[in-house]
């Protein structure tokens, strides 16, 4: 195929378990103007043998090792040949006409549109909301889904611009990654959709949220939901995302809100509630306290770098200080629908 519409890439770690579902939901339907690319992780599972073996027509790129979410999927992007990327998990099944009404929508959007999110469905309940419209954000740079855990009533239906969307399942389009760069591969996993997203719409790029295209998700398939490894990256990542993208007045504002977020999240861990109370039941609570100050001397490691990241983001900022204030409004959440909320 010389020239796909769309390119789908889905980095893939030991998730033979859902492949059949994902793949499968993908090639059910008319592929002419659609590639797909699967880039391994270095997956002791079977997975490579099983997509060439079952979904022959996928282009598998194979690594030794497991390079990340964020490299895995630069990979793939940058072996894409379509118009416009879709990210996809592996642990996510698409509904019929998802493909068509997102392209559709890409289509005929305006040409400053760089990014898509559809609705995404829990996989394991239907009804509820994983997320519609992508992402907002707290801010001190941890993003949550649009309308987590609710029950979809069509409270978030209609085509309408977002903060931007959830690399679980994110259409960009090619030129505006040419424009931007791909994920920050520094991160590893998690966030890193964030500091895309952010740094789009830093450099004049704007989102639409297309409910009527549908996917299901089963959440944190791959990484696990409450693991000691993806609370330490989202604390480090997110730290990074506010050093590369936040307007000096805002960046200094960030401690404020963390503290506020940590004494919340203290009270939702002794009451039980929300992520910090299923880590505990998972793990021990004063584990987090390392886990947290690794994150933070992590970050530290990295600053240089990631001030001469900022540099450049900030140099390419399209859109005044005072804008990133309205989106804060606008597309942002509390520190309780944060962190006292599963």
């Avoid at 409450?226 to 805002?250: D, G, H, I, M, Q």
Wanted: charged share 25%.
């Amino acid at each position: 195929m010389s020239s796909p519409l769309i390119s789908i890439v889905i980095a893939n770690w030991n998730g033979m378990k859902f492949l059949d579902a994902c793949l499968g939901s993908i090639y059910s339907r008319d592929l002419s103007s659609v590639e797909v690319i699967l880039v391994d992780n270095g997956s002791t599972d079977g997975s490579v043998d099983f997509v060439r073996e079952r979904f022959s027509r996928t282009v598998v790129l194979e690594n030794t090792e497991n390079l990340g979410f964020a490299a895995g999927n630069n990979m793939g992007i940058s072996l894409a040949k379509g118009k416009y990327v879709l990210v996809l998990n592996n642990d996510t099944k698409l509904s019929n006409g998802f493909l068509e009404k997102l392209a559709l929508a890409a289509e005929t959007s305006e040409s400053n549109v760089g990014m898509w999110a559809p609705k995404i469905l829990s996989l394991e309940s239907p009804d509820v909301i994983d997320s519609v419209g992508g992402l907002v954000l707290y801010p001190d740079g941890i993003a949550r889904g649009r309308g987590r855990l609710e029950k979809d009533l069509g409270q978030f239906d209609g085509l309408t611009e977002i903060f931007f969307p959830s690399a679980c399942a994110a259409l960009y389009k090619k030129e505006m990654l040419d424009d931007i760069g791909l994920f920050d591969e520094e991160f590893f996993a998690y966030c890193e959709d964030t500091d895309l997203g952010l740094r789009a719409r830093l450099a004049g790029w704007k989102a639409l949220s297309v409910p009527d295209a549908v996917l299901y998700h089963y959440y944190s398939g791959t990484g696990g939901r409450y693991t000691p490894l993806k609370a330490y990256l989202v604390e480090r990542n997110r730290l990074w995302v506010a050093l590369k993208n936040f307007p000096s007045s805002y960046l200094l504002l960030t401690p404020f809100y963390t503290l506020w977020r940590y004494i919340v999240q203290i009270y939702g861990i002794v009451a039980g509630k929300g992520t910090g109370g299923k880590f505990t039941e998972e793990s021990s609570a004063l584990k987090l306290v390392p886990i947290v100050l690794k994150a933070y001397f992590d970050c530290m490691k990295k600053v240089p770098a990631m001030v001469t990241k900022r540099r450049t983001v900030q140099k390419n900022r399209a859109v005044p200080a005072g804008e990133v204030g309205v989106w804060f409004r606008k597309y942002g959440l509390s520190a309780a629908e944060l962190t006292l909320k599963d």
